[in-house]
């Protein structure tokens, strides 16, 4: 039975990436359950991700000393902008201020500076 959750969990962490494919793109959709819903699992994916800043900023930063701090600072930014879209999810119009980049999947891509 064990083994079963595990690797249950470990097939949702590798298709939850699929699941945000249209999310980003859909936020300033001008349908109201499209943008609401949209908002609301963009801001559940920034607070669930936002971890990988500690991990991705160290990574990106010439200097890896500031991006362990950019890191902590990041991953703070991320999980509070992510946890207000969630609260304002039935608000779509309200607009909070993004952490660079919007989407949590483009957080995996190391290749982009901050």
Not at 1 to 9: A, D, E, F, H, P
Not at 36 to 63: C, D, H, M, T, Y
Not at 66 to 85: D, F, N, P, Q
């Amino acid at each position: 039975m064990r083994k079963l959750i595990v690797l249950s969990l470990i097939m949702l962490m590798a298709c939850a990436p699929l699941s945000f494919a249209g999310i980003c793109t859909s936020v300033d959709s001008p349908g109201y359950l499209t943008a609401a819903s949209s908002k609301f699992i963009r801001g559940i994916g920034n607070v669930a991700l936002s971890w990988v800043e500690l991990l991705r900023q160290p990574v990106i930063n010439e200097n890896k000393w500031e991006g362990v701090g950019r890191g902590i600072v990041h991953t703070g930014v991320r999980a509070v902008s992510g946890a207000l879209e969630v609260v304002t999810a039935i608000i779509p119009g309200a607009k909070i201020p993004q952490p660079d980049p919007a989407c949590p999947t483009d957080l995996v891509n190391m290749n982009r500076s901050a």
